[in-house]
Structure formats: C-alpha cells, structure tokens
C-alpha cells in the first residue's frame, strides 16, 4: 500500500455543499449501532442505580436514551470544564488485575499469593485483551472470590451492565473478523481486507488461550465449541468497549505502561469527532485524574465537558485514531462514523477519512484535502501516453508533467479515475452463494449493512476528492451532478 508520506498539497476551494449527515443521526457514531440489548429494556433502566452501585458521580445527571441509537444524555447543562461523569477505577474492570483463575493458571506451580503472576505477564501489552476478556468471562462464571470492598454493590452494578451489553449474535455480525468471504469482499475495501487477515490470526490465538484455560477451571465438560463461542463473544465485548489511559502523575511524568479498562457506564457514550463543531461534534473528553505514583487506588475515570452541554443533549467523545479512516473504525468498534469531510485538519493530525484509488496497478489512500505525491506521478505519466488529450493543452503543461507535477491535465486524469472508482463502488455486488434462506437473518443484514456504509462512505470521500481536483481545472466551481 502507497502510504501519505509525501503530499502535493491543492488549495481546494469546497465547491460541495456543506456536510449533512445522511445514514445516521446526528448523534454520531455507536459501538453498538442498531444493536438490540439483552435482558433489559433500555428505557427502564436506571443510570441513577447504577451509578450509585458503581459509585460514580454524579448519580442523577445521566440517562440513556433509545431513540435510533442508545447514548448518554444529561438531564441538566454541564458547563466547559465541568465533570459529566467520574467514576472509580476500582470499579472498572482493569488489564493488570485478571481474575484468579487466571492468574494461578499462568503458572502451574502457583501458590495463594494474590501475586502468582509475573510483572511482564500482567504488564505484557500484548496480552491485555486476553485478560480483561477472562474478567468479562469471570462475571458470567459467578466467580468472584470476596476480594472487593462492597463487593455485592459492584457485583450487582456489573451484573446490571452485562444485562445491557448488545445481542451477542448481532455484536458478532458488526465485526469483520468474523464475516465470511462473501460479505468482506463485497465491501470493495482492500485495506479491511488486510486489517483482518492481520488479527484473524491474533484472534485465533487469543480464543485458543482463553479456552484452554476455562476447560480447567470449569468443573462440566463443555463442548470445545461452545467454549470457543463464549470467548469470542467475551472478546467483542473488549474489543468495543475498551479505553486505554496512560498512568501519570500530576506533574504529566509517566510512571507506568498504559492501562486498559473497560468501564460501565462510560462505556455507553457514543462517537463523535472533535474536528467539527455545534450539535452532533465531540463536547466532551476522558482522562484518569486523582492518582498518584505508583498508586491508583483513589484514581477515577472523569469525563469533562469540552464546551457547553444543553439540557438532554448526548454525550460524545471522540475515540481518537481507531476510528479513523472508516475501515478502521468499522474493523474496531463494529460500525461506520458519519465524518464531515469539511472539516478543518492539521498537517499533524490523522485524516478523518480515506478512501483507496487504483491506478495502474498501484493503490494509494486519498482523502478530499490532499494528494499522494506518488499518485501524482503515476497520473502524469498516464496523462503523457493519453492520446485523446488535446495537444494544444498538453504542449502548455509538457514540461511540468514531465517532472510529475500537479497540473491542470494531470488533475483531470486523477479526477476521472477517482469518479470511475467512486461509482463503482455503488454498484451493487452480485449475492454470490448465499442461500436465500439466509437474506432475512439479523445477523446477515447487519453484517451487509455495514459493508454497504463502508462502500457509501468510501464514495463521498472519492466524489468530494474529485469535485476538488476538477475545481484546479475549471476556476469557476461546477455545479453537482
């Protein structure tokens, strides 16, 4: 893959209108995005219980709503800088404290020391899925052994947020690792393609350990496959709902390696990104405040108001690089983000969104704003052997394509190529061997649904590069077909 190394930056001028969002609402992005909930009714549910269960505060400002897509609103105004919701780190599930029988089942020689486990074991970064995989699996096995204080407070609390946790069948269908064949290729996206090829392997591995070891805590002798279902299931879970926090004092000196949580509650609020403003944009961020070197026993998880929030707006954070491109958000966290391509970016920071250009063999990733210098050199030798140019123009540019530069005719050849692409995309992908009995299924409707966004928003991005290359061309803006 051609990676955005070097840019001929194009002053665009934004010839589209602006941006509104048209598959999803306002609210942003959801980690469980048209996902059914499990054993509660969302409505009745009470984020007042739980956050006194769970001892965050403050208790009576949260609630959820239902309405297209579940998130947190507040019930009154939080003001810029103010604290929407804090809770303790002791009551989130964390990477470094894996439940006992997991850790004694690192080490066969392993004693009652609440410690068995080695510092690299519990630190090892690449195995913090797997250990808050086990936690997620030790809340179902009922196993807790008495070790928190007011245990029956946050044992209930969690047993609460594993009864609101997605329907575990649709949450599966929403990550490409497990999609078939048929449904990954109809996404039209190589770099997914890749991505999961990448951490199908990684999965396997990690439900591989996770099931050897529940088949020796577990006293029934459970079919492997079922085992095997239930740890991928406990993977999702934190896969999607996963935040990563850095361990720092009060003076920013880091003192330890990043940790991972997975904390009720918070982990109902949406996504949405911090590059747009008003209505529907990130008003909020998430940091670990009140701890102390080598000391997180006080420490909380806090999510302070970025700007004003109104009375019964949603809460939205931005979940940072991993949602970013499209493919990655979807290969994340199991849906597709409404970005505004319109939005401003530095040269610092990570593209809203990408879509995949072939041209002559090579791919390259564009985004509406830039082009990929090597793009702009494939094109201007394309440009050069295109006899259907007219001569006249192309003997004005010859010198500079010659020397790949971004001229008019070259911008041109990109545009077309990338309006070829972008409709293509659209065209609907034959339905293969999938039998008919199968179209109806929950699961296969989400699972298609998604690859068709992916397509729809790997489009937009295609379209609105090319109205800027053709707006380098034409000085007067076109009007949109």
């Known amino acids: 893959m051609a990676p955005l190394q070097k840019f001929v930056k194009a002053a665009f001028a934004a010839t589209a209108p602006s941006y509104q969002s048209t598959s999803k609402p306002v609210s942003g992005g959801s980690r469980t995005s048209s996902l059914s909930v499990s ?16 001892k965050a505060e403050p208790a009576d400002n949260l609630y959820l709503t239902n309405d297209g897509e579940r998130g947190v609103c507040v019930y009154k105004p939080v003001k810029k800088g103010d604290i929407v919701l804090s809770i303790p780190i002791s009551s989130c599930f964390r990477d470094d404290e894996p439940p006992r029988w997991y850790e004694h089942l690192e080490n066969d020689a392993a004693t009652e020391d609440e410690h068995d486990i080695t510092d690299y074991e519990r630190y090892s970064l690449s195995g913090w899925a797997i250990r808050l995989a086990a936690s997620v699996l030790d809340l179902e096995l009922n196993n807790s052994e008495g070790e928190i204080q007011n245990e029956t407070d946050l044992k209930k609390g969690r047993e609460m947020w594993q009864s609101m946790l997605p329907d575990e069948d649709i949450l599966r269908a929403s990550l490409p690792v497990h999609w078939g064949e048929e449904i990954l290729s109809s996404a039209k996206c190589t770099a997914l393609e890749l991505a999961i090829d990448s951490s199908y392997f990684a999965r396997a591995t990690s439900v591989f350990t996770l099931t050897d070891e529940l088949k020796q805590v577990l006293e029934d002798d ?59 944009s990130a ?18 998880l806090v999510v ?57 063999g090579l791919r390259f990733d564009v985004d509406p704003n830039s082009v990929p210098y090597d ?53 609907e992908t034959e339905d293969g061997n999938t039998e008919e009995d199968v179209w109806d299924a929950p699961e296969f409707v989400q699972a298609a649904s998604l690859a068709h966004r992916l397509r729809w928003s790997q489009h937009e991005v295609l379209m609105k590069f090319a109205r800027n290359l053709r707006g380098l061309c034409n000085p007067e803006p076109e009007e949109d077909n």
């Open 39 to 54: 054993g509660l009714d969302v409505a009745s549910v009470s984020l007042e219980e739980m956050c006194g269960l769970f």
């Open 222 to 280: 459970r079919e492997e496959i079922d085992l095997e279902r239930k740890c991928h299931d406990a993977l999702d879970i934190v896969q999607t709902r996963v935040c990563r926090v850095e361990r720092k004092c009060e003076d920013g000196a880091q003192w330890g390696p990043p940790l991972r949580i997975l904390a009720p509650i918070f982990d109902f609020i949406n996504h949405a990104s911090n590059r747009a403003t008003g209505k529907g």
């Open 283 to 300: 008003n909020a961020e998430f940091g670990v405040e009140n701890e102390h070197m080598c000391d997180m026993h006080e420490a909380k």
């Open 304 to 360: 302070r108001a970025l700007r004003d929030i109104d009375e019964g707006e949603e809460v939205l954070i931005d979940y940072g690089d991993c949602a970013r491109p499209a493919w990655r958000c979807l290969t994340s966290y199991g849906f597709v983000p409404d970005y505004d391509l319109n939005a401003d970016a530095s040269d610092e920071e990570p593209i809203e969104n990408a879509a995949e250009l072939w041209m002559n």
């Open 375 to 427: 793009l702009v050199e494939v094109a201007a030798a394309q440009t050069m052997l295109d006899y259907s140019v007219d001569e006249e123009e192309f003997a004005q540019e010859e010198e500079e394509i010659e020397n790949g530069m971004l001229t008019p005719l070259v911008a041109r050849t990109i545009a077309d190529r990338a309006t070829e692409a972008a409709v293509n995309l659209v065209i």
